[in-house]
């Protein structure tokens, strides 16, 4: 008799467990808007405080609750104003000594909490970005913009120290305005932990609705948006760490898009009737960083790399074209400088050097080393021809690489070492230089502003420490001229210098195609962030399931 | 009394220290876990703005005195006060934990007891052997195992979370089935291990507990044989409270997988993240919190145990 109550009671559970999910609510939404997006991401957020969002989870809730004075075009263009597409701003103009630019804003752009928006808030905004208070990465990007005055309720003027020819993106790119009604009472320095930064009030066409943490973070349309309510009705982040849940998550139906797609679940997407792949050029490149200095006496230069003759023949011995499809298949392209293509002016105006494994072994011949001993490995006065390179554990596709590299440097007589670190640890040896070669990463923002930061000599993240006047030359040039012509003109010539000096091999760029379901209609996703035109996303209303048809209403 | 609280804070307070020590001994920091993207001159500034680039006696003495006024520190990486963050990660992991408990304790004791009145049986042998299996598999293979089958291949559980992304739009009747939905996978790695520890302890001392003479006696006396094995039952209640006990720190390292693989926001997913950000004030509360728990749960077991012994408790 007991055994049989079990079982019923078993029964209904099972029967609840697995029949309450597909309960939803009647249908509400209907026509071109409406729609739920669950994004299946493996981190939340530290916040969604603009100035101190890091992290691409943040970068893209933030870049859709926010809003900049302008908005940079499809094209990244960074030259003068063309191309920037209003957003508080509704118009512009620019001083006759261009050394200032009244930015005039849209009197119907109102906050989420109904208040207009106004030049206070613009002049706030610059405040929190350069205060000394707080400690953040765009305040060396608005070095040149002098101050920010209010001339009257909508009219806000920037002044900047010199002419540049990224004056209006210094102005408007690195900065999402912020409400100096919310924010101009807290301290500065307590910003950082005010409640603004779980709870964002902004302009943008979705606004913040609410953060379970651990779990969730949820936006949904603001109706009353003078740009038009945002299309979908919600877009939720769910958290999973777990990368393996994530793509459960996914291919389950749990969730709807999930960025990061790993080369091996390309093929599953493929086979999964309800997804589709997006393609995604994000602004990414890989290389293989050598350290130019010797790591424990930063006056000599390095004993292996300190030779021009080693970095070239290491660079002619690697097949970049095998390693990118061993690796990312078609996922990936060759790297042709420390920039993406999207961002370089001409990439054929400066030449490569060749796969030429015969060149790199005379190179290595000529420069002395040799395998005097016959054991596989070059060496000179008694020192073989041995690095370590540095990879952080995080990255699989850094790993793959090291070991690739690690096969071809043997052919050569090289032996190089892969050695996996710990994040922390990794950030730590590279950081401080202690390191031969890294496998090393960045993102670089559009105008290519942030090389000067990564390879010019005086560059903080410049982790291998080359060292080129000429380079530095062109690069200053190349972002301080006002003549197009002339800039891809430096540009070419400072790429070819970099190339030429190879203070890195540049091994990859690569395409990261999202998975999303089929019911989205979506715009082409933009390299510099894919969630940039995510309000104009929406569902086909003929495949609409239960979540989509939710609606805007308050919870019960 | 007095003794064993003496010792349960020196417990904690070693525990916190050892933390706080070891964390700061691993490499990198709160500024180096920023990423990749952040400049050495902006970790440098952060690093002297939070004050780590301060001696580590210093940062210790500091966090020392903030945590005996009460105040747990904040949280670099969350942007948050450390009670905040805690608070809303503990009693997550607490309700998991005490349910994973409870469904350890009463099929193991079930299946225990059932065992060991038929020591020797084969019935009893293939239950023991299937334990056994059970009891090798490591929490974080199970949960994978159960989230590829139950999630992915059948999709009758959901993958993640506490709740569904939909939850606060739900009825109340669907809001309970999708908590309790969200529960079964997480429950069941975590509980699955307990039953099996909790079952090897009980079928033993069930076991021994039916050779022992007030058995016969009962037998003698002509007690149903229900009858008598609740009372031998009774006698080998001991070591699974015991073992109560020592279960803890174990379920607390197996919640601290299994809240990871589904995304359970409690104390084992917040204190991963947190080491890994180098979130050194919420890696020391958390500990302080985990050492706390665990002394606290032997203490009880110790209690329940003097209950249940009265022989103990005239010692």
Redesign the interface.
Known sequence: MRLSKTRWLAGL?SF??????G?G?PPKADGDTGG?L?VTVP??P??L?PP?M??TQGAAIVGVIFDRLAEIGDGLETYGDQGFQKRLASSWTWSTDSLSIAFTLDSLARWHDGQPVTADDVRYTFRVYTSDSL???QK?LLDNIDSVSVRDPRTAVFWFKRRMPRQFYDATYHMYVLPAHLLDTIPMAKL??APF??NPVGTGRFRFA?WE????I?IIADTANRRGRAKLDRV?W?????F???T??L?????DFLEQLRPENLAQVARTPSLRLIDNRTLSYGYLGFNLRDSKDQARPNPLFGDLRVRRALHMAVDRERLVRNVFDSLGMVALAPAPRALIPDTAAFKQLPYDVAAARALLDSAGWRDSDNDGVRDRNGVPLAFGILI?SSSTSRQRYAVLLQEQYRAIGVKATPQV?????W???V?SHAFDAYL????PSPGLVGLT?TWASRG??NAGRYDSPVFDALLDSALTTFDPTASRRYWARAFQQIDDDVPAVWLYEQRSPVAIHRRFITKPLRADGWFVGLADWRVDPAQRID?DR?GLGT?? | MVLRLLQSVAVVFTAATLAFVLLHLAPGDAATALGEGVSPEVRAALRAQWGLDESLATQYGRWLSSFLRGDLGFSRDQHRPVAAVLGDALPRSLFLMGCALSVSLIGGMLIGAWQGARAGSRRDRTTSTALLVLYSLPEFWLALVLLVVFSYHLGWLPATGITSETYDYMSPFDKLCDRLSHLVLPLVSLSLVGVSVFARYQRDAMQESMTQAFVRTARAKGLTEAGVRRQAWRNALLPVITVTGLMLPALITGAVFVERVFSWPGMGFAMIRAIEARDYQVVSAGVILGSAVTTFGAALADIARDIADPRLRSQ
């Not at chain 1, 943490?213 to 969730?216: K, S």
């Not at chain 1, 769910?238 to 777990?242: E, G, K, L, N, Y």
């Not at chain 1, 670190?421 to 640890?425: M, Q, S, T």
């Open positions: 559970l609840s467990l697995v029949a309450c999910p309960e609510p739920t669950i981190a939340e530290s916040t405080f101190l890091s992290g400690v953040l990465e060396s950082e932990s930064g779980r609410r943490p651990g779990q969730r949820e939720i769910s958290i999973a760490p777990d393996g849940a994530s459960v998550k291919f389950a139906g749990e969730a952080p670190l710990e994040n922390n640890a950030s730590d040896a950081d090393g990463g960045w993102q930061q903080s993240s979540r939710i919870p019960p």
